[in-house]
Antibody, heavy 118, light 107 residues
């Protein structure tokens, strides 16, 4: 079955960097686009970024554009999110999720918590 | 950016009752609207896509309707496992936004 396992979260100071990973298994990773979505503590969902199946196109939310970079390594079945110049408001659980054939989000990983605090 | 507004914020109902959740878009999203369910401590799960199509494995008691700017998620008869937060989502011009969520709680 499909499995998505995020890792790399933790506590980081404002202005620092962090890289998240999402290890995928149970499906042909190289055939599917992937998203990152985040959820601040006690808040709703916010889309962060999309990468096409082959990495050829990437899209970002305005709130992270220029600071975050989505990438993938299809040989390792892994999705990444490089987060630079982190802000307190980037504190959230970060989920990776698969683009369905109908262009929606399913399934989702269990998430990894990023806390930006001094 | 298209803003999605969900109502009510909280819905207090008993098992067996019908739940009706609303999602209104700030401009037309055509049929590009989905619904997700999220239980405490869990990741969201896709329920409904393209307004009215149930995702794989989703029970028939869940249904979606609407068009343009006004959409509804209905749960015909609430089961204990349906008490959760529900989010609507739209996609437009390579941007995706979610509503703020409706919590369905046990009365």
């Amino acid at each position: 079955q499909v499995q998505l396992v995020e890792s790399g979260g933790g506590v980081v100071q404002p202005g620092r960097s962090l890289r998240l990973s999402c290890a995928a298994s149970g499906f042909t990773f190289s055939s599917y686009g992937m998203h990152w979505v985040r959820q601040a503590p006690g808040k709703g969902l916010e889309w962060v970024a999309l990468i096409w199946y082959d990495g050829s196109n990437k899209y970002y939310a305005d709130s992270v554009k220029g600071r975050f970079t989505i990438s993938r390594d299809n040989s390792k079945n892994t999705l990444y999110l490089q987060m630079n110049s982190l802000r307190v408001e980037d504190t959230a659980v970060y989920y990776c999720t698969v683009v369905t054939p109908e262009d929606w989000f399913d399934p989702w990983g269990q998430g990894t918590l990023v806390t930006v605090s001094s | 950016e298209i803003v999605l507004t969900q109502s009510p914020g909280t819905l207090s109902l008993s098992p067996g009752e019908r739940a009706t959740l609303s999602c209104r878009a700030s401009q037309s999203v055509s049929s590009f609207l989905a619904w997700y369910q999220q239980k405490p401590g869990q990741a969201p799960r896709l329920l409904i896509y393209d307004v009215s199509n149930r995702a794989t494995g989703i029970p028939a008691r869940f249904s979606g309707s609407g068009s343009g700017t006004d959409f509804t998620l209905s749960i015909s008869s609430l089961e204990p496992e349906d008490f959760a937060v529900y989010y609507c989502q739209q996609r437009s011009n390579w941007l995706w936004t979610f509503g703020q969520g409706t919590k369905v709680e046990i009365k």
